[in-house]
Every structure is written in structure tokens, then in C-alpha cells.
């Protein structure tokens, strides 16, 4: 976002009186105009959509939308709850918000499939199955990512490690015998946990192979990650979407059960007959 603020600073002089009016307003509400249609800006600005288009592509971008696009990648992970709560209400009102929030995220689970880096995929696959432990940490909102990621691989695998999101001094203390031939997986979406990243510094400075599971190349995981795994989080009012990250994890737990199927098999009927004799699950009414 400062590549973006500081060329419309610095372009006054040389846009035009519809140009300086867009470039002001982007300046003063980018948290606002990061989310708006062409349409939309144009009209907040009292300039025609064309003319917005027109900018963009001076500013040396394909369209509007990728513009917008860039905008919103950079401001993501500075935007408050207060300031997330109001570019909801310019987006969606009480009426759309099923329609808004599920379309939503279908968008998400298709740029995130379309998207995904199926080598780096097949390389974090081949890393959790050949680690000899496996750390997991998720932070804040990415807590319940972590947690059921790491309960289905507890069940598929040995030596696996959820790292509870307790005092600092803590984290540190459940992953002091991390080494070299471990993995450690972080979790972490806008507005990014500043303890994940050190704890995944922590890891790598071990020799341990990092995986880092976020949004994209602007999240600082990108710097201390051996293998990154991007699954689209947008986010929705105060609140992000976890439904990409949530199926992203999912391919992978199934991914690491079909590299050792008999195996699998063979904990899931020992779990059924523990299951039954301790009745576990009630019956269904059918």
C-alpha cells in the first residue's frame, strides 16, 4: 500500500482535476475505497466510472479490479475491528448477508483451488509424513485451524504437538526440543499473530522444516517459511473467513491418510471397536 499512497501523493501535479479528486479520496478512505466498485468511487468523488478505469490504468495497472485488488492485499492486516465493521456496512445490508457471506466464500474455495501450488502441496505432504514430530500453531482465530488439524493427524500419526496459544514463555517451552528432521506448521491470517511468526523464526533457527499456512505473498510468513501453502481469508465485517484455510487443511489430512492407507485403516477399526465399547457415539434416530 505505501507503493500506492506514495505515487498518488506524489502524481498530484501531473493528474488531472478528476484524477486529484480519486487520488485524494483513496489517501484520506483507503480502508473505504479499497472495497468500493469503479461506479461507487466514481460517484463518492463526482467523477464518471470511466474515468476511475482510466486512472487505474495510468497508475500502470491492468483495470480497476486489480487496483482494488492491490489495495486490499496491503491493508488487510491494518485495518481495525472498528474499521472492518464499517466497510461491512458499505458492502452488505441485514437482507444480503446469507447471500453475501456463503457467495463469498465460494469465490474463496475457487481462487484458492485455482491458485494453489500443487508442488509446494506434494512437498508439505511429504514433510508431515517423514517428520519425525510435528509441531502445530495457531494463534487467535487460527486456534481452531490448528486444533483440528492437529486432532486428525494425532489420529494418522506419531508425535504430533498442538502448541497451546498461552503465555509467551510457554510457547517456547513446548517446542524447546524441536530439531532438525521435525516440522512445524504455523497458522496465521490478517490480522497476522506476531507470535506465530517468532515461534516459526524459533523453528527454523533449529534446523526444523517450517510450512506456512496464510493468505498470500504480502504475509510475513513468507520470510521464514520453507514451504507456503496460500488458502484465500477475506474478511467479512469484524471477522475473517476461515472456509478456504479450513479445506486447504482438510486436503492435506486426507493427502497424508492416502500416503499410508493400510495403515489407516487399521487405527480406524481399533478406534471403532473403542468407540463401541465405550459408547462414545449415540445411535442416529434412523
Not at 49 to 73: C, H, N
Not at 163 to 183: A, L, M
Not at 260 to 273: G, M
Request: charged letters at 25%.
Amino acid at each position: 500500500m505505501e507503493d500506492i499512497l506514495a505515487v498518488l501523493a506524489n502524481g498530484e501535479k501531473r493528474f488531472s482535476k478528476g484524477q486529484k479528486l480519486i487520488a485524494k479520496y483513496i489517501l484520506e478512505n483507503y480502508d473505504k475505497a479499497a472495497f468500493m466498485t469503479a461506479g461507487k468511487l466514481g460517484n463518492t468523488v463526482g467523477v464518471s466510472e470511466s474515468t476511475v478505469v482510466r486512472f487505474a490504468s495510468e497508475l500502470g495497472y491492468d483495470g480497476y479490479p486489480e487496483m482494488r485488488k492491490a489495495i486490499q492485499e496491503m491493508i488487510r492486516s491494518r485495518l481495525t475491528s472498528v474499521q472492518r465493521i464499517e466497510v461491512a456496512k458499505e458492502l452488505m445490508d441485514e437482507e444480503t448477508v446469507l447471500e453475501s457471506v456463503l457467495c463469498s466464500d465460494m469465490e474463496k474455495l475457487q481462487t484458492t483451488l485455482d491458485e494453489c501450488d500443487k508442488e509446494s502441496f506434494a512437498a508439505a505432504v511429504d514433510s508431515i509424513v517423514n517428520a519425525n514430530h510435528i509441531y502445530i500453531v495457531g494463534m487467535r482465530s487460527s486456534t481452531c485451524l490448528a486444533n483440528f488439524m492437529g486432532f486428525y493427524l494425532n489420529l494418522l500419526l506419531e508425535n504430533i504437538h498442538i502448541i497451546q496459544d498461552t503465555t509467551v514463555s510457554e510457547v517456547y517451552e513446548q517446542i524447546i526440543r524441536i530439531k532438525e528432521g521435525d516440522v512445524f506448521i504455523g497458522i496465521s491470517y490478517p490480522r497476522y499473530s506476531s507470535r506465530t511468526v517468532k515461534a516459526m523464526k524459533f523453528a527454523k533457527s533449529t534446523g526444523a522444516k517450517v510450512i506456512g499456512i496464510t493468505d498470500g505473498m504480502n504475509s510475513p510468513f513468507v520470510d521464514v517459511s520453507d514451504i507456503l501453502l496460500f488458502a484465500k481469508s477475506d474478511m467479512v465485517s469484524f471477522l475473517d473467513s476461515l472456509v478456504a484455510p479450513l479445506s486447504l487443511i482438510n486436503a492435506l489430512i486426507v493427502s497424508v491418510g492416502t500416503k499410508s492407507k493400510d495403515n489407516v485403516s487399521n487405527i480406524f477399526k481399533r478406534l471403532e471397536t473403542i468407540w463401541a465399547d465405550y459408547e462414545v457415539y449415540e445411535h442416529s434416530k434412523l
